[in-house]
């Protein structure tokens, strides 16, 4: 009885300090507090945290620009953690004079943005430990994503489609954190001259010429069939279609720039190149 | 005057000033009601030891003067304002569709918070920290300005405003604004596109003290002052030739009204957003309860304007707590299909 009490209390004490009802604001920062192991101390989340699934059994406070300050005070937390554009600046106002921590933390999509991030969630967490080991191991696998893409001598061309809906192809242009993340794998963007995520001209898709296509994987009827996709008259004609290239991947995972970003990388590596290279 | 008073109507009316009293009281209670509603669950008990300064702790203390008390007091200055702006609007345009955008101000707001959400990360940072949070409300209000005056100068010739010009060079500006608006979402990325959709929608939700205090001088003494215009727009329902026969400065009256609705309504938009059908609907309801006279709908617009945004963010902060809707959803999806019922059930046609 008495070890019972003992081990609940080693357990419980490290989690007091950092706070006992937390939320988390924005996709990435609930997503690594989860990987950090701080899952039971979450109360709520914001609408961009949907990963991992079981985090949407939380309440759902609302999209973190559009914030109710009073809905979230009303789950009574005891620290927040958000991404930087939490707002609207009111909101934000309202919640750091009402008591309970409130924590920014620095959004930026490098490699050392990533570890970044991580330190800031788990110092806020008061977690140092969690948090220099997954730092360190997301970093050791950026690395190796790195040198890897760095040892590719044939670049294959990657076109990223954010959506295709009405047969209009909206791409990743430059800029944008599918070009990271094909860049991270070893590819090159095939759509470029244009910044951020636009809709592209057909012949522009042909001139593109991609080897694969890359989309975010969507859940029920927002999907369009595989065969679908290839038989778009402008991209049944790129290589990728011929050789039947379409890789789909979850978009947290994909776009997210966090915990799961060398995972994301190796997948689409493996993808471009095959096993071998690694 | 006579002619227009509802008694030589012959039908049966309520009493203007019981019709007031009632909306002064139905508003006060809603009030009430909102102030002692929210996603924190603090009652009315509780608030009533807070009025009385006692037995609230830190958490409570913000819930009630900061977050409740200015959204309260927003939400009834944003649909007086707006309400009020609709009123003096249609009895200027002798139009039961004229609103506040039909002076530009709509499209000249909307355009303006676009232009703030999208290039406002290209100001230099000394002017981006000065107005911080202010830019997206202060550009709204400028653009709804600066459209309001230049329509007003298009349609001005010797002295002389044209409100068919008027409503006609509404619509093309409109137009222009909203292509720009479009070359600017094109432009934007995601996160400014869900910020511009949002700012579209509405919300009550960046109420503070500081930005109350920023907008109530310029929509008070539009609420208050008002009245003064019943008598012109009542004359000018009978057209403008008529209008000065009966001694009414016509051209006073029309440019206190356009001037009074870009400040007022101007400032409403730039506070919250988007927020629709308050200031189509609301005049028309009092129209149909009490008669045409502007001296009564003025100020009953006022109140009912009011009391009905103060309700409608009730709704918006409690039907998906801890989130909100935008407000704009929530008074148009209550307020739509109540008018459409009011429209029905009327036999015969609209009398305006």
């Known amino acids: 009885m008495k070890a019972l009490t003992l081990s609940a209390l080693l357990l419980a004490s490290p989690a007091l300090a950092g706070g006992e009802r937390v939320i988390t604001l924005g996709g990435s920062v609930t ?34 620009r559009a914030l109710s300050a009073e809905g979230v005070l009303s789950l009574d937390p005891d620290l927040i953690v958000a991404e930087g554009d939490a707002g609207p600046q009111q909101a934000v106002d309202v919640l750091k004079a009402a008591g309970a921590p409130f924590v920014l933390v620095p959004e930026d999509p490098t490699p050392q943005g990533i570890a970044d991030k991580i330190t800031a969630v788990a110092a806020a967490l008061d977690m140092p430990e969690a948090g220099a080991a997954l730092a360190a191991q997301v970093q050791d696998g950026l690395a190796a994503a790195e040198a890897r893409a760095a ?128 | 005057m006579v002619a227009l008073s509802p008694v030589a109507h012959g039908l049966a009316r309520p009493d203007p000033r019981r019709v007031t009293l ?24 509780e608030l009533l030891s807070a009025l009385t300064g006692e037995g609230l702790d830190r958490r409570a203390q913000v819930i009630l003067w900061d977050i409740r008390l200015p959204r309260l007091a927003l939400g009834l200055m944003v649909g007086a304002a707006l309400a009020v702006s609709g009123a003096l609007m249609q009895g200027l345009f002798r139009n039961p569709l004229a609103d506040p955008g039909i002076v530009g101000v709509g499209a000249g707001a909307g355009l303006g918070a676009v232009l703030a959400i999208v290039l406002g990360g290209l100001l230099p940072a000394g002017v981006a920290a000065f107005v911080g949070a202010h830019l997206v ?21 010797g002295g002389r405003t044209s409100v068919a010009t008027m409503l006609l060079a509404g619509i093309a500006l409109g137009a222009l604004a909203g292509a720009l608006t479009g070359i600017l979402v094109y432009l934007a990325d995601d996160r400014q596109l869900r910020d511009l959709t949002f700012w579209g929608m509405g919300s009550l939700a960046g109420a503070s003290w500081p930005r109350i205090g920023a907008s109530l001088p310029l929509i008070l003494p539009v609420l208050v002052l008002s009245p003064l215009l019943a008598r012109g727009l009542n004359a ?18 029309k440019r206190f009204a356009i001037l009074g609705v870009a400040a007022a309504a101007g400032a409403a938009v730039a506070v919250a957003g988007g927020i629709g059908f308050v200031g189509i609907v609301v005049p028309h309801l009092l129209r149909l309860l009490g008669g045409p006279d502007h001296r009564h709908i003025l100020p009953q617009a006022a109140l009912l304007g009011g009391g009905l945004l103060v309700g409608a963010d009730m ?8 989130a909100e809707l935008p407000i704009g959803i929530v008074t148009a999806c209550l307020g739509a299909p109540v008018f459409l019922w009011i429209l029905l059930r009327r036999k015969g046609g609209m009398g305006l």
């Open chain 1, 31 to 64: 997503e690594i507090a989860v990987a950090l192991g701080a899952q039971d101390r979450l109360v709520a989340r914001d609408t961009t945290s949907n990963f991992p699934p079981e985090i949407e059994a939380l309440p759902d406070v609302g999209y973190i």
């Open chain 1, 151 to 278: 040892a590719v001598t044939d670049r294959k061309r990657v076109l990223f489609i954010l959506s295709l809906q009405g047969g209009r192809i909206m791409a990743g242009g430059e800029g944008t954190e599918a070009e990271g993340i094909i860049r991270l794998a070893g590819g090159e963007n095939a759509a470029t001259g244009f910044q951020g995520y636009k809709q592209i001209a057909d012949e522009a898709v042909l001139t593109a010429a991609p080897d694969l296509i890359l989309m975010m994987a969507r859940e029920g009827d927002l999907s369009i069939a595989d065969a679908d996709i290839l038989a778009h008259p402008a991209l049944a004609e790129t290589p990728a279609a011929r050789n039947g290239a379409l890789v789909r991947m979850e978009g947290m995972l994909l776009l997210g720039f966090g915990p799961r970003t060398p995972e994301a990388a190796r997948a689409l590596y493996d993808a471009l190149y095959g096993q071998a290279g690694g």
């Open chain 2, 236 to 253: 000018l329902a009978l057209g403008e030739a008529q209008a000065a026969h009966m001694g009414i400065a016509v051209e006073r009256v």
């Open chain 2, 315 to 322: 709704i918006a902060r409690s039907l998906v707590a801890p």
């Open chain 2, 22 to 45: 009632l909306l002064a009281l139905g508003t006060l209670l809603l009030a009430l009601l909102s102030l002692g509603t929210g996603a924190a669950g603090l009652g009315p008990t």
């Open chain 2, 137 to 157: 409300p202060l550009a709204a209000f400028l653009g709804g300005w600066v459209a309001t005056l230049l329509l007003y100068r298009v349609a001005t010739r």
